[in-house]
């Protein structure tokens, strides 16, 4: 685009830069960037603006709260615990609950921004995945989105179980029994975390570091490279007119992408506000302190830990006794293997897909996800899989609310969490060449107009006019799966390293992951209308 005359506020501020320290030239580049214009691309920003809410509410609790297990009787405002033995780490929760001015609201914004930064994360990479957006020269971005995701995890488990409630205190009861189960290292990582036998007198105050010091620096850290590789990298976008991989077409940084982005924080800002405000969330008044002995029923965690709250729900009492050494199966595998599953598929998918389609070209314009079937319904299996274990982590009350067996919730669950994942990909699969299908009619005949005409020979006829050029060019994006030479398809002599039994198999791989599946010229004919009946057949229509 031309950026045509330089506005004045940005040759003032370019050319005072400039006198002192050089960069102006750099200033007015960078201002003058495009960016494209898409809903989708807004997901990955909710994510970093609850962040930002997330440090400025953050920082207010740090004033009030006391990380520490001492022991101490509540004399606060709550009358119901008054008199009663306690945490200081709980005691000074109540106090900002009930006695700091505003403490409450910042309590809860700061939990409604933790889990919208997680769930904005979350679209965000489904939306990069589904897209293709990691593709080359993206993969290293994409490497740090999964690091974020992990840290954000962790940064939510810590905070969750600093208020050492009733409810976090099972939840940290779960994280202890999942660490001193890990072989060989599993008792001197429980004593490093609660500092002796649990639950110890110093879980609180290391959570706490690890909380508002080393995982919020290292979170800060990734998130600052991962928007100065967007920003060298330049930001994909969606096929369209005029949409190249050698151009980006959109508004400028300054001042239209700037004033958007202004507006967005402020509206991701008050929507944080008046859930903090008018929706309650984790009472730890109405929990009470935590004591190993208590138990409570129909407690969950927040959403994003509930998939391992899942497997541990429907995993089976099995374990290993060997040499006086016992392997705690029903601990080990649901705590690591879905989330293993998950995040090293995450990790590994980009350079996975490169291998078996040998595509190492660059790529700017994301997918349509139809125009990828597999990869599709490979990232639909991916949720049908978390999904399943995410509604199961509360089968004790889908079991009370709907009057069934909790045995046989639970034995369905586990049936579903392996052939939900193989339904959901067939299913997904149709679906996408069904849309493809769709789009090639769409090219080949056009779209309805609503003009019915009655043909000499009696037939009606529905006329079909030229799709709109910007939805003709947004089709006409889809470029066919790229395939590895030396398949069938190709017609290519395959080389030496394609002659083996593994060069075979990636040959066969591509094979099915790539080419094109429903061609977007294979419509029926250049028909300029659809038939709607015959005057033969129905007489009413010609009344």
């Known amino acids: 685009m031309s950026t045509g005359t ?44 609850s962040f930002i809410v997330l440090l400025l ?30 945490s200081e780490a709980y005691a000074s929760t109540l106090d900002i609950s009930f006695d700091v001015r505003g403490g409450l609201l910042m309590r809860q914004m700061h939990h409604w921004a933790a889990l919208l930064f997680v769930a904005g994360m979350m679209v965000h990479m489904l939306r990069v995945f589904f897209t293709g957006a990691y593709r080359k020269p993206r993969e290293l971005n994409w490497l740090i989105g999964v690091g974020l995701l992990t840290l954000a995890l962790l940064e939510g488990l810590t905070g969750y179980s600093l208020p050492d409630d009733l409810l976090s205190g099972a939840g940290l009861r779960i ?43 290292i979170l800060l850290a990734l998130i600052s490279a991962h928007l100065i590789l967007m920003w060298v990298q330049k930001h994909t976008q969606m096929p369209g007119k005029g949409r190249t ?3 980006v077409v959109g508004a400028p940084f300054y001042p239209a992408f700037m004033a958007k982005a202004g507006a967005y924080t402020m509206f991701t800002f008050g929507v944080i506000a008046l859930l903090g405000t008018f929706a309650q969330i984790n009472p730890i008044w109405l929990y009470g302190p935590y004591t190993p002995a208590d138990i409570s029923a129909g407690s969950q965690p927040d959403f ?76 639909i299996s991916a949720v049908t899989f978390y999904g399943v274990l995410w509604l199961l982590g509360a089968n004790d009350e889908i079991s009370s609310f709907f009057h069934v067996s909790l045995n046989w919730t639970t034995y369905t669950g586990r049936v579903l969490v392996i052939v939900g994942p193989i339904v959901a990909y067939i299913i997904t699969y149709r679906f996408c060449l069904g849309l493809q299908r769709s789009d090639a009619s769409v090219i080949a005949h056009g779209v309805e107009s609503g ?41 290519d002599v395959p080389s030496k390293g394609m002659r083996g039994p593994l060069g075979r198999l990636r040959a066969k791989w591509s094979k099915a992951y790539g080419g094109e599946k429903i061609p977007l010229d294979s419509g029926h004919g250049h028909d300029e209308h659809a038939a709607i009946g015959s005057g033969k057949d129905d007489d009413s229509l010609t009344r």
């Open 6 to 49: 330089v506005p004045k506020p940005i040759a003032g501020a370019s050319s005072f830069l400039d006198d002192r320290i050089g960069a102006g030239n750099f200033l007015k580049r960078n201002l003058r960037k495009v960016f494209p214009d898409h809903w989708s691309f807004l997901l990955g920003e909710i994510a970093l603006y």
């Open 57 to 86: 509410t953050g920082t207010f609790l740090t004033f009030f709260f006391k990380p520490s297990m001492g022991h101490v009787v509540y004399d606060g405002s709550y009358e119901p615990l008054k008199g009663i033995m306690m």
């Open 175 to 217: 994280t202890e029994g999942v660490a001193i189960s890990l072989p060989l290292v599993g008792t001197w990582i429980t004593f490093f975390l609660f500092g002796g036998e649990y639950p110890g007198e110093d879980v609180v105050s290391r959570f706490y570091s690890l909380h508002i010091l080393l995982i919020p620096g």
């Open 245 to 247: 991989n050698t151009n």
């Open 304 to 379: 994003y830990m509930g998939f391992l709250e899942g497997s541990l729900r429907l995993m089976p009492a099995w374990e290993i006794n060997f040499l006086g050494f016992t392997l705690p199966l029903s601990v080990l595998i649901p705590a690591l293997v879905p989330m293993g599953i998950v995040m090293t598929g995450l990790a590994l998918y980009p350079f996975v897909e490169q291998w078996i389609t040998g595509d190492r070209s660059e790529h700017h314009i994301a997918e349509r996800p139809r125009n990828n079937p597999h990869r599709t319904s490979i990232g």
């Open 451 to 491: 003009v019915i005409k009655r043909l000499p020979t009696g037939e009606y006829i529905e006329v079909h006019v030229p799709p709109h050029e910007a939805i003709e060019a947004h089709m006409r994006g889809k470029t066919p799966v790229p395939m590895i030479a030396g398949t069938e398809e190709t017609g």
